[in-house]
């Protein structure tokens, strides 16, 4: 219960940051504002987020470090830990309402905002470590930690990129169109780590058969 009243007041928060963003620009919301749309006191909002960017980015990016490694741990054991954690990732973070046409604007104009989505990044490492883990069997769970971070370096590169691209593509009328394809940069990016990861997956499999 009170994990669940802690995500609740964290999708709160984060929900309120976005709308109060979308409705007065984000240079005209103060942590306090937020605070007070969610029902909370400042004191409150400082235990979930250290910036007012990171509670607006989190309304796009909430719980998508866990549907990531979910991801791969549900994919079937016959398919390669590469092709897991790729299409683990590539699925994520290219779901249709992720983020929506509004948000998208918001942050791909605003710099700080660029940053703070593109920072998010770093959220995924733990889950998908134990979510690789998992999948290796491993005793040694530096290899799987190594892994996701390189993952979500990797996710990181594509993500500065496809962001600054779009950004570029904003016109002053307020339009944005996603510039590239995202799930392309998002796969070139990650193609260097599959020799990693296939490599971790053979030593895996062959530990269990010795």
Same mark, same amino acid.
């Given at each position: 219960?009170?994990?669940?009243?802690?995500?609740?007041?964290?999708?709160?928060?984060?929900?309120?940051?976005?709308?109060?963003?979308?409705?007065?620009?984000?240079?005209?919301?103060?942590?306090?504002?937020?605070?007070?749309?969610?029902?909370?006191?400042?004191?409150?909002?400082?235990?979930?987020?250290?910036?007012?960017?990171?509670?607006?980015?989190?309304?796009?990016?909430?719980?998508?470090?866990?549907?990531?490694?979910?991801?791969?741990?549900?994919?079937?054991?016959?398919?390669?830990?590469?092709? $897991?954690?790729?299409? !683990?990732? %590539?699925?994520?973070? *290219? +779901?249709?309402?992720? &983020?929506?046409? #509004? =948000?998208?604007?918001?942050?791909?104009?605003?710099? $700080?905002?660029?940053? !703070?989505? %593109?920072?998010?990044? *770093? +959220?995924?490492?733990? &889950?998908?470590? #134990? =979510?690789?883990?998992?999948?290796?069997?491993?005793?040694?769970?530096?290899? !799987?930690? %190594?892994?996701?971070?390189?993952?979500?370096?990797?996710?990181?590169?594509?993500?500065?990129?496809?962001?600054?691209?779009?950004?570029?593509?904003?016109?002053?009328?307020?339009?944005?169109?996603?510039?590239?394809?995202?799930?392309?940069?998002?796969?070139?990016?990650?193609?260097?780590?599959?020799?990693?990861?296939?490599?971790?997956?053979?030593?895996?499999?062959?530990?269990?058969?010795?």
């Amino acid at each position: 219960m009170r994990e669940q009243k802690k995500r609740a007041t964290r999708e709160a928060l984060s929900a309120a940051a976005l709308r109060l963003a979308l409705e007065r620009g984000p240079d005209n919301v103060r942590v306090d504002d937020i605070a007070e749309a969610a029902g909370v006191s400042p004191r409150t909002y400082n235990n979930y987020f250290s910036s007012r960017e990171q509670a607006i980015v989190a309304a796009v990016t909430s719980e998508r470090e866990a549907r990531v490694a979910a991801a791969v741990a549900d994919r079937p054991a016959d398919v390669g830990l590469a092709d $897991a954690v790729i299409e !683990a990732i %590539v699925g994520q973070y *290219t +779901a249709p309402d992720e &983020p929506g046409r #509004d =948000a998208l604007l918001l942050i791909t104009t605003r710099p $700080a905002l660029r940053d !703070a989505f %593109v920072d998010s990044t *770093t +959220a995924i490492e733990h &889950p998908l470590t #134990d =979510a690789i883990a998992e999948r290796l069997g491993d005793a040694d769970p530096r290899t !799987a930690r %190594v892994l996701a971070a390189s993952v979500a370096a990797a996710v990181r590169l594509a993500l500065e990129q496809w962001l600054q691209a779009t950004a570029a593509s904003a016109t002053t009328g307020g339009l944005v169109v996603p510039s590239g394809s995202l799930p392309d940069l998002l796969r070139t990016a990650l193609a260097p780590l599959t020799p990693a990861l296939d490599a971790a997956e053979q030593r895996a499999r062959r530990r269990r058969h010795q």
